[in-house]
């Protein structure tokens, strides 16, 4: 049984479709990197889930059952806008994000404390939400969302705002509760966190899902014709006439080659560009 099935999803706003007839399956006990521009769909697909919005065709399964206020509670949200309440005090608004997920009070607390330290949030405990930095806030609204211990979560740009350190221990954090059998969605921008995170993506293009699948079967299909280069200095080697495309990035250059290209011919370009710099 997988965690969530989509069967040919469709939702429409005044006439334009967001999300056109979508189907994925996202396993138990996997990371799902869930991708595409913005207005692509990606959001309206992640509310149908969690069951804020209907769609007007098709079905939705999570963990066999068809989505509701019930599967709803098994899920922990992080939506891209935050939905923190910024005149209640940070332990306060936790634990009353946690009581709306049946913990009772004390174990609430105790859990809040336990992640407040971990997320080194200990001192801002009594402060008003409103008071934390932006990188604060979504590490308060992470806790909010995992407090719970849900089988599914499903985060929302959880990166927006934290800086690498942050970063990298939300990561890990993420990888531990996939060990422990939580499955994960994950929505973001950032090809790198995907490529550290995820066990499989789907791509979502003008609502339309138009790849997805295990990202190491994927990476080795599209490979073949691929080149990452790192380096410093000047990119003339990549005008050579085997290279169809370049996608370029802070430290070199990802090129797409043409049909039938060797590599090692970009390889001695660049050699040979070096070399007579």
């Known amino acids: 049984m997988g965690a969530i099935s989509l069967q040919n999803v469709t939702k429409s706003y005044d006439g334009v479709t967001a999300v056109n007839a979508v189907s994925l399956n996202v396993r138990e006990g996997a990371i799902l990197g869930l991708l595409g521009p913005n ?15 209907i769609p007007d065709e098709g ?12 599967t709803r509670r098994l ?11 910024p005149r209640m005090d940070v332990r306060s608004v936790i634990v009353f994000l946690a ?24 001192d801002w405990a009594g ?47 993420m990888l531990e509760m996939r060990d422990q059998g939580s499955t ?11 490529e550290r ?8 293009n003008k609502g339309h899902n138009i790849l997805d699948g295990d990202l190491r ?15 410093t200095g000047s990119d003339g080697f990549l005008a050579h006439p085997a290279i169809a495309s370049v996608n370029r990035f802070g430290s070199g250059a990802e090129a797409k080659l043409k049909p039938a290209a060797d590599a090692q011919e970009i390889l001695k370009a660049a050699v040979q560009s070096f070399r007579t710099a």
């Open 39 to 53: 207005g692509a769909g990606k959001t309206s697909t992640i509310r149908m889930v969690m069951n804020i919005l």
């Open 59 to 70: 079905s939705i399964q999570v963990f066999g059952d068809p989505v509701s206020d019930d």
């Open 75 to 85: 899920t922990g949200y992080l939506p891209e806008e935050r939905g923190l309440y």
């Open 99 to 122: 009581a709306l997920r049946g913990l009772s009070e004390a174990e609430a607390r105790k859990r809040a404390d336990e992640w407040l330290g971990r997320l080194e949030l200990s």
């Open 127 to 173: 402060k008003k939400v409103r008071d934390l930095s932006k990188g604060m806030q979504q590490k308060v609204q992470f806790i909010a969302a995992v407090l719970h211990k849900p089988r599914l979560m499903i985060l929302d740009e959880p990166f927006s705002g934290l800086d690498p350190v942050n970063a990298a221990t939300i990561k890990d954090i």
């Open 184 to 194: 994960i969605v994950l929505s973001t921008h950032l090809m790198e966190q995907v």
């Open 197 to 204: 995170l995820c066990d499989s993506i789907c791509l979502i």
């Open 217 to 231: 079967a994927i990476k080795k299909s599209y490979g073949k014709n691929t080149v990452r280069i790192e380096f």
